[in-house]
């Protein structure tokens, strides 16, 4: 009876180490991630701006203005409004913080600053009244000096290195704005002793422009790739609407005729833009 007990003691210890095992091996802790994005980081990028439909219209201010265009009988047209693309290369530098609370989910925020040289002008062309009405051009344009954004971000790990992201939160920027008005001749419309304008042939005849720093908001999203510990690549995609700016003054430069110089208002739409840019980030 002793050597069988044995025997089936021996024969159950067989039987469960593989049971035994297998049970440990699927307790045991999954391998460390490759890449932890975890922590600070500063970078730097460039790229690309665009925007395909800025308009400018303008309206007339007063009298002269009024009656030299489409509002008398002095032979002019309504000056036309002018749609016109704005585009531009950008350069920039980046510094944010990103949390990684488990394999596949990162949060963060991140702030940026870009310098740009962003813009384009259009042109309306149009007749302006007087003996006899001349071919003239109004010639808007728009600048952006440079923008910044600070902005949340959401991202999913398809690998340890490899991040896919959606971003958005607010957007700054400096635009500058102009309009200027030049005839093929020379020629005057006033009231005298109250307001008018005098143009000479081929030189500004009515100018104005605007400055303003504009916020809004942004939002996109990109792809990032770990090349090392310390250091990954990204390309990304933001929308950016930095809002409505002020209209334009355009005021008649040779008063000398009159006390009092006429005007144009020029109205911009609001300033929107896209960009996608590249770059490195290196995380401390």
Same mark, same amino acid.
């Given at each position: ?29 999954? *391998? ?6 975890? !922590?600070?980081?500063? @970078?730097?990028? =460039? #790229? +690309?701006? /665009?925007?395909? %439909? ?25 000056? *036309? ?6 585009? !531009?290369?950008?350069? @920039?530098?980046? =510094? #944010? +913080?990103? /949390?990684?609370? %488990? ?182």
């Amino acid at each position: 009876m002793t050597k069988r007990a044995g025997y089936l003691v021996a024969f159950a210890t067989l039987m469960a180490t593989p049971v035994l095992a297998a049970d440990m091996a699927a307790k045991a802790p999954p *391998p460390a991630p490759s890449y932890n994005w975890t !922590g600070f980081y500063v @970078g730097f990028h =460039a #790229g +690309y701006a /665009w925007d395909g %439909d800025p308009t400018v219209s303008y309206t007339p201010n007063d009298g002269p203005a009024n009656a030299s265009t489409c509002g008398g009988g002095l032979g002019g047209t309504c000056v *036309p409004p002018a749609t016109f693309g704005i585009s !531009g290369g950008l350069i @920039g530098i980046r =510094a #944010g +913080y990103n /949390w990684q609370p %488990d394999r596949r989910w990162l949060a963060g925020v991140e702030s940026d600053f870009n310098w740009t040289a962003l813009g384009g002008t259009g042109a309306s062309n149009f007749f302006i009244g007087g003996k006899p009405p001349a071919a003239s051009t109004f010639q808007a344009t728009e600048n952006v000096d440079w923008f910044g954004t600070v902005r949340g971000r959401l991202g999913w790990l398809a690998t340890d290195n490899f991040l896919l992201y959606g971003t958005g939160g607010l957007a700054y920027g400096r635009v500058n704005t102009s309009a200027t008005l030049v005839s093929a001749a020379s020629l005057g419309v006033f009231i005298p002793k109250t307001i008018g304008f005098f143009c000479v042939a081929g030189t500004p005849c009515f100018v104005g422009n605007t400055s303003q720093t504009l916020t809004g908001y942004t939002a996109g999203g990109g792809v990032a790739y770990a090349i090392s510990p310390n250091v990954s690549l990204f390309v990304e995609y933001l929308y950016i609407n930095l809002g409505h700016i002020k209209d334009v003054n355009s005021v008649a430069l040779n008063t000398a005729m009159t006390p009092a110089p006429s005007s144009f208002t020029a109205h911009f739409s609001d300033v929107i833009f896209n960009v996608v840019r590249g770059g490195l980030n290196y995380k401390f």
